[in-house]
Nanobody, 124 residues
């Protein structure tokens, strides 16, 4: 069983930065695939970024490439999402997710566990 708690959301002006954190409880955290998703009002949940067992294996959605960076610290059981050059269209609730399977990690149905979400609002 894994529990995920996100933090770091807030209100920021366009062009600003935020760093989201996702603290995980449970064993074998380093073996999980960890992802970030977001959901804006009236829209479906969408993939943002994923990081696999090795910190060198990451991928991100085209809409955030070059602006967002996912990373993990297995010693702290924490995954991060550094968000730079934020745009109003990045406004959403951001969710952290964990999968115990060897998944690609770019679809929500590939994940077993979800956090409660943290709100990110980018003003123009």
């Amino acid at each position: 069983q894994v529990q995920l708690v996100e933090s770091g959301g807030g209100l920021v002006q366009a062009g600003g930065s935020l760093r989201l954190s996702c603290a995980a409880s449970g064993r074998a955290f380093s073996s999980y695939v960890m992802g970030w998703f977001r959901q804006a009002p009236g829209k479906e949940r969408e993939f943002v970024a994923v990081i696999r067992w090795s910190a060198g294996r990451t991928s991100a959605a085209d809409s955030v490439k070059g602006r967002f960076t996912i990373s993990r610290d297995n010693a702290k059981n924490t995954v991060y999402l550094q968000m730079n050059s934020l745009k109003p269209e990045d406004t959403a609730v951001y969710y952290c997710a964990a999968s115990s399977w060897a998944v690609v990690g770019n679809k929500a149905n590939q994940y077993d566990y979800w956090g409660q979400g943290t709100q990110v609002t980018v003003s123009s």
